[in-house]
């Protein structure tokens, strides 16, 4: 976690080995496992709305607005994408991907 990087009141990080946490807009329950990069692109950064889990090894960078309630799934890759609330988002941006509608939540 970069020393400048301001984390919500409430985060989890569950086996962070791997995980770089970079400039973004991070909010309460925000939820990362190893693995992960959050970060700029072309001076962009990521806007994470609450309640969000990124599983292992996804990405999040550049002008990505993520709402509330959204999961990341594992090994995947948002590059300058928005996703709704409750959204759960697999794959990349070059290869085919699958938005879901996310019916948890996994803080409560």
Do not use: M
């Not at 692109?41 to 090894?57: E, Q």
């Not at 948002?78 to 509608?101: A, C, E, H, Q, T």
């Amino acid at each position: 976690i970069f020393y400048e990087i301001k984390l919500p009141d409430i985060f989890n990080l569950v086996h962070p080995l791997g995980t770089v946490l970079g400039r973004a807009k991070y909010s309460n329950f925000f939820t990362a496992y190893q693995n992960c990069t959050v970060g700029v692109s072309n001076n962009k950064h990521p806007h994470i709305g609450k309640y969000v889990t990124l599983r292992p090894g996804s990405l999040i960078l550049g002008n990505s607005q993520i709402g509330d309630n959204c999961e990341i799934s594992a090994g995947s890759l948002l590059l300058n994408k928005n996703l709704k609330n409750d959204s759960i988002y697999i794959g990349n941006p070059k290869k085919n991907f699958v938005l879901k509608n996310n019916i948890k939540n996994n803080w409560k």
